[in-house]
């Protein structure tokens, strides 16, 4: 039994099918052509090579049936030795050939594999969950480094060798030939019998380890909230399950290797004892000579060996194929919409009959309309749960909206090319990660083209007096190992990105709600830099940033409930008035 499906749920990112997998492999290989045919020139000219001392041994045989002399026995025996010594030259010089083009091949995958990695869009990112892609990436690319670097050159050498061996036996005497292809097809059985079942199996398989590195990583990440909440027995089992999945998933793969590999190897020594079998009538019936025979028996305990890597490489290649079509599958994520890169769509954020909800769930925004003027700052507040942070995504432009649209400056802001977008509308949260790399690096990636002087005015904007004393100025190494910031230098760096970016709305997530009080105040002041003249929809968490702000929205289970100034809604005395007064004592 085959066990469950392996195609991409709504959730998972996608796994490429077999025909994406067969033209990609091909590119591969078009794309070194040249060593990829060197290496099977050598390849085949060392078989070649190999096929000299069974041959010259045959002869040897003969020759002593027909009492030769010395002397010629001598040159046929060194023969034999020039023929070694051509075969371990050949291939030693093959592989080397093969392994370059290898590692070539897998350097050129990871590069393209990080390329479409950072083109997936955030939101599958997150439905997909970090354990696939984490897994994709170091599993699956290692998987299909080793098979296209080991397994490929194994089979095509193998395969090579195979026609030979058995051309050569039927260059021997024809009968032999066919005697000897006789003992083959219960090896082809089983292999096909194999085949059919592998590639499933193995998606199968690591899709389970996938889900288990997942359940591992998010149990480890979360591990406080675990502790607090007394969630331990039930992550154990969760993981438990986890572990049987794949557990049962590898059995599944074990028991089709466990039926192959036993099979196959009895079947590898049919063609030389069929050979032997009607060799000894043949011999008497003077069809075929001693060294005939003799010659047609080594060739085919020569065949042994690579029958056996064939098989054992076809499976590889299988397993191989299997993270091939994982890795390929997170290039067929249609990518975020490109809309007329350049144009600049305007500053205001209008939001109409907004709906939203996660994945399959109920709506959690239900019909928001919205009209934010260029410039102006507005406050969200309400309830936790009410849907705050999931407005903030939608204006973004992070996840569609299911009915409704959000406009920036008149235009679908999921329409719009993703860089263009960053370049107009920012989310700003509390995740502000500092990457490993310098102090520019960090900088640069929210402007390529800022120049040092401009790098150097936005840290000095946003009141990042630390900047001075770095060792190195722009240079100097940051993150785990060098030199690591503290969560306010981070935070200020976080904003320092965005004075580059420059966009013209920015969306504040709670950007200071876990900051403690005087960090909070001092990266407000190095807020306040950062605001000057853009939109801003600040997610209040603090009711002084509600009275700050032009106007506020009061956002209860997915709906809007008040909508006005400060002073506009205490004096209406609704919902915002009594957390005012609550607040104020
Ligand atoms: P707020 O920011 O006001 O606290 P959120 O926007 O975070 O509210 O959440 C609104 C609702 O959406 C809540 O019921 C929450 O459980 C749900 N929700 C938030 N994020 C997700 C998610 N990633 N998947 C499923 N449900 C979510």
């Known amino acids: 039994?085959?066990?469950?499906?392996?195609?991409?749920?709504?959730?998972?990112?996608?796994?490429?099918?077999?025909?994406?997998?067969?033209?990609?492999?091909?590119?591969?290989?078009?794309?070194?052509?040249?060593?990829?045919?060197?290496?099977?020139?050598?390849?085949?000219?060392?078989?070649?090579?190999?096929?000299?001392?069974?041959?010259?041994?045959?002869?040897?045989?003969?020759?002593?049936?027909?009492?030769?002399?010395?002397?010629?026995?001598?040159?046929?025996?060194?023969?034999?030795?020039?023929?070694?010594?051509?075969?371990?030259?050949?291939?030693?010089?093959?592989?080397?050939?093969?392994?370059?083009?290898?590692?070539?091949?897998?350097?050129?995958?990871?590069?393209?594999?990080?390329?479409?990695?950072?083109?997936?869009?955030?939101?599958?990112?997150?439905?997909?969950?970090?354990?696939?892609?984490?897994?994709?990436?170091?599993?699956?690319?290692?998987?299909?480094?080793?098979?296209?670097?080991?397994?490929?050159?194994?089979?095509?050498?193998?395969?090579?060798?195979?026609?030979?061996?058995?051309?050569?036996?039927?260059?021997?005497?024809?009968?032999?030939?066919?005697?000897?292809?006789?003992?083959?097809?219960?090896?082809?059985?089983?292999?096909?019998?194999?085949?059919?079942?592998?590639?499933?199996?193995?998606?199968?398989?690591?899709?389970?380890?996938?889900?288990?590195?997942?359940?591992?990583?998010?149990?480890?990440?979360?591990?406080?909230?675990?502790?607090?909440?007394?969630?331990?027995?039930?992550?154990?089992?969760?993981?438990?399950?986890?572990?049987?999945?794949?557990?049962a998933a590898r059995r599944a793969t074990l028991r089709l290797r466990s039926v192959v590999f036993a099979v196959a190897g009895a079947s590898y020594a049919l063609p030389v004892a069929a050979v032997l079998l009607v060799g000894g009538p043949l011999l008497d019936r003077d069809v075929v000579s001693l060294g005939e025979v003799v010659a047609a028996a080594l060739y085919l305990q020569q065949a042994i060996d690579p029958l056996d890597a064939l098989l054992m490489w076809t499976e590889q290649t299988q397993r191989g194929m299997a993270s091939f079509a994982r890795v390929l599958g997170v290039g067929l994520v249609p990518p975020e919409p490109r809309g007329g890169a350049g144009v600049p769509s305007g500053r205001g954020v209008t939001l109409r009959g907004v709906r939203f909800g996660?994945?399959?769930?109920?709506?959690?925004?239900?019909?928001?309309?919205?009209?934010?003027?260029?410039?102006?700052?507005?406050?969200?507040?309400?309830?936790?749960?009410?849907?705050?942070?999931?407005?903030?995504?939608?204006?973004?432009?992070?996840?569609?909206?299911?009915?409704?649209?959000?406009?920036l400056g008149g235009r679908p802001v999921t329409d719009l090319d993703p860089a263009q977008r960053r370049r107009e509308v920012v989310l700003v949260t509390q995740e502000h990660h500092v990457f490993m790399g310098t102090l520019r690096d960090n900088l640069a990636f929210a402007a390529p083209e800022a120049t040092d002087e401009q790098m150097r005015a936005a840290l000095v904007a946003v009141g990042a007096d630390w900047y001075a004393d770095l060792p190195h100025g722009l240079d100097t190494e940051l993150g785990d190992g060098a030199r690591e910031l503290n969560p306010a230098d981070a935070q200020q760096l976080a904003l320092a990105r965005i004075v580059l970016a420059d966009p013209h709305t920015l969306i504040l997530d709670e950007a200071t709600a876990a900051l403690d009080p005087t960090t909070a105040r001092r990266t407000e002041r190095a807020l306040g830099a950062v605001l000057a003249g853009r939109t801003v929809i600040a997610i209040a968490h603090r009711l002084n940033t509600a009275h700050d702000a032009d106007r506020v929205a009061v956002l209860d289970d997915g709906r809007i409930t008040e909508l006005g100034s400060h002073a506009e809604l205490l004096a209406a005395g609704g919902a915002y008035a009594a957390l005012w007064r609550s607040w104020h004592g």
């Open 1 to 247: 039994m085959t066990p469950g499906p392996v195609a991409a749920s709504a959730s998972r990112l996608p796994v490429a099918g077999n025909a994406v997998v067969r033209r990609a492999a091909r590119d591969l290989l078009r794309r070194d052509r040249r060593a990829v045919v060197l290496a099977v020139v050598l390849h085949a000219a060392a078989a070649v090579a190999g096929l000299g001392a069974p041959w010259l041994l045959g002869m040897i045989v003969d020759e002593v049936t027909a009492g030769a002399g010395a002397g010629r026995l001598d040159r046929l025996a060194l023969g034999i030795v020039g023929c070694v010594v051509a075969q371990g030259l050949l291939s030693r010089y093959a592989q080397y050939v093969g392994h370059r083009f290898g590692e070539r091949a897998v350097a050129r995958l990871r590069e393209e594999f990080v390329r479409r990695t950072l083109a997936l869009p955030v939101s599958v990112v997150e439905r997909a969950g970090t354990g696939d892609l984490a897994t994709r990436s170091s599993v699956d690319v290692n998987l299909v480094g080793t098979t296209v670097r080991d397994a490929v050159p194994v089979v095509v050498i193998s395969t090579a060798k195979l026609m030979l061996l058995f051309g050569a036996v039927c260059l021997l005497h024809p009968i032999l030939g066919l005697v000897a292809l006789a003992g083959l097809p219960s090896i082809f059985v089983v292999a096909r019998w194999y085949l059919r079942r592998a590639r499933d199996a193995y998606l199968f398989e690591g899709a389970a380890a996938a889900e288990l590195t997942e359940t591992l990583t998010s149990t480890a990440e979360g591990a406080r909230t675990i502790e607090a909440l007394h969630l331990a027995d039930q992550r154990i089992a969760h993981g438990t399950g986890r572990i049987a999945r794949l557990w």
């Open 358 to 407: 996660y994945g399959d769930g109920p709506d959690v925004l239900h019909g928001i309309d919205l009209e934010i003027r260029p410039g102006e700052r507005l406050a969200v507040v309400g309830p936790s749960g009410a849907g705050k942070s999931t407005l903030a995504r939608l204006i973004a432009g992070i996840d569609r909206p299911r009915s409704g649209v959000v406009l």
